[in-house]
């Protein structure tokens, strides 16, 4: 299956073809026959039916191979054709039909159905929102698609709870409604999951970071282990939060024991000892809920160093809070729009955190969205404020790093930073010492933009091995140069 994505259309809004599926009479009857004995297939096996994968494509070629091979009697089917025939039914049975392209598709970010008889939408990272030339007509077939999709994640949808909010076993995140919620039949909003994330050096080399503060991060976060630094990531919706809140999280010590608590996973930590908690609505009874509140007070009895929250909402900003104030550390994301606000939403209803609680955080890190009159968006982090104490009962930021929309550049605003300060007491140097360290941190990420390691695994390793011995590496580094 291929995509094309025609560029020379429309400057504004860019189109993007799927090629269709397409069956000659012939192979439409076998479709419909592998269909058929799956369903028997399904309902013999009762609920121990699973489809699996490899061993299906492999059924199907076998079933394909038989049965085109009786009518050729000479068996001149070419096996490439068999292959590609397999696969196209294999994605069509298991798949999600019309979209299913679109989902394999690891270059775009989302797929939005708004209704019947309008172009399926698409949000590529590269070239922004583009319009399919996919629609549904057929009102039945997108609720299917919906129901299906509710099925397999164990919940349903319907005139009694027309919202249904979600996790795909893939990764993906769904959102879907239907009437009459919504006014022009169902809608679905997917969320794709990025199969390989985005590493700190993929958000330094798109200049969503700089190097010099992700280095900067790199020491606070780990602290030298004397004190570890706590963040709220703050920004507007899919401004990259949980994005760069992830690809931070390399920089956590390898030693430490990590929980991570979310709506939805989302969260791809590198770390080995890690313990990932997901809350749980109630069931059709009503019973059987866990919030994020339930596993952040839970999780304080696993004995973490760091605590996770993927997104901080309600009232589990207080449990978080009294963690980061009893001795652990702790990062989450959180919905706002500036460093300020952040302070005035974690202090008010519904997360009504006490104020003398907020000094806990060390730093808000606020990332932002930025769309061009193209369509296409980037992101880059706009500030990082430090928390430094509170005055008359009002919380006092010192803003340390600051992006520049004019040169495009993160700046470095302040001439001192509390959290360093406290690092260099608590472990004895001096603030020159941290600052060489930093430096040296430096290169090791300058190093791996000048060799293009950027995958998960590349950078992680890299890391760990700077953890274990920090001198084997830079020494690499200056014999690499
Ligand atoms: N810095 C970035 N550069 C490019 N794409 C990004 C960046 N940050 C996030 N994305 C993409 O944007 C989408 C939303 O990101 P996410 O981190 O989930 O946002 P949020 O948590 O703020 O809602 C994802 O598909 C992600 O891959
Ligand atoms: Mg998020």
Known sequence: MEN??????????????????????????????????????AISSGENFQTDEVK???????????????????????????????????????????????????????IMIIGINKPVFVYHRKYGMMKTNITYDDEQELTDLIDSMARQINRRIDKESPILDGRLSDGSRINATIPPVSADGPSLTIRKFKKDPLTIIDLINSKTISVELAAFLWLCIDGLGVKSANAIISGGTSSGKTTTLNALTSFINPKERIITI????????????????????????????LTMNDLVKNSLRQRPDRII???????????????????????????????RETITRLTTEPMSVPKIMIQAIDFIIMQKRIYTPTGVSYRRISEVAEIVGSEEGVIQLNKIFEW??????????????????????????????????????????????????????????????????????????????
């Open 4 to 41: 094309k994505q025609d560029l020379s259309n429309n400057p504004t809004i860019q189109q993007y073809n799927v090629v269709k599926q397409n069956y000659t009479p012939e192979e439409k009857i076998l479709l419909n026959e592998i269909r058929e004995n799956l369903v028997d297939l």
């Open 56 to 110: 299906l494509l492999n059924d199907i070629k076998v079933f394909l191979f038989n049965r085109l091979g009786d009518k050729n009697q000479n068996n001149n089917i070419s096996n490439e054709y068999l292959d590609k025939l397999s696969h196209k039914v294999l994605r069509d049975i298991i798949g999600y039909g019309k979209i299913d392209s679109l989902l394999q598709d690891d270059e775009l970010e989302e």
């Open 262 to 289: 979310e709506d939805t996973l989302e969260l791809q930590i590198p770390h080995e000892h890690i313990i990932r908690m997901e809350t749980r609505p109630s069931n059709v009874e009503n019973k059987g809920e």
């Open 309 to 339: 929250v993927g997104e901080v909402r309600a009232q589990e900003a207080i449990t978080l809070f009294t963690a980061l104030n009893t001795g652990h550390s702790g990062f989450g994301t959180l919905h706002s729009n500036s460093a």
């Open 404 to 481: 520049n929309p004019e040169s495009d550049t993160i700046e470095n605003v302040s001439i001192s930073s509390k959290t360093l300060s406290q690092i260099a007491n608590l472990s004895g140097k001096s603030l020159y010492e941290i600052n060489k360290e930093i430096e040296s941190r430096e290169m090791v990420l300058k190093y791996m933009i000048n060799h293009n390691i950027h995958s998960e695994d590349d950078v992680n390793g890299i890391l760990e091995l700077y953890y274990a011995n920090p001198q084997k590496v830079l020494n690499r580094i200056v014999l690499n140069r």
